[in-house]
């Protein structure tokens, strides 16, 4: 069964840290690009950041720029999201995305997400 599970998520003060993990299990990850996206309460889902199968990054939100960074672990299944100097509107769902091909088929796969919340 393919599952992506979100782990690390939880309150914290502004101008804290987080790490967030995700961690396949069901398929290979290593052969997937892994993305990180966020939903806020009535707002659309948010593309954050996103890193290829050989471990290039992309940043695709100007928001966050700076502040987090995304790795992987290919041998632990495992793709992480550093948050730091974290905001208050940093404050949503964290949610992780395994997009890749299976044959011919793009396939997406998606966790159930992380709350995260900043506040004081």
């Known amino acids: 069964q393919v599952r992506l599970v979100e782990s690390g998520g939880g309150l914290v003060q502004p101008g804290g840290s987080l790490r967030l993990s995700c961690t396949a299990s069901?398929?290979?990850?290593?052969?997937?690009?892994m993305n990180w996206y966020r939903q806020a309460p009535g707002k659309e889902r948010e593309l954050l950041l996103g890193?290829?199968?050989?471990?290039?990054?992309?940043n695709y939100a100007d928001s966050v720029k700076g502040r987090f960074t995304i790795s992987r672990d290919n041998a632990k299944n495992t793709v992480y999201l550093q948050m730091n100097s974290l905001k208050p509107e940093d404050t949503a769902v964290y949610v992780c995305?395994?997009?890749?091909?299976?044959?011919?088929?793009?396939?997406?796969?998606w966790g159930q997400g992380t709350q995260v919340t900043v506040s004081s």
């Open positions: 890193i290829t199968n050989a471990g290039g990054s992309t």
């Open positions: 069901g398929f290979t990850l290593s052969s997937y690009r």
């Open positions: 995305n395994a997009e890749g091909w299976v044959g011919t088929d793009l396939v997406n796969y």
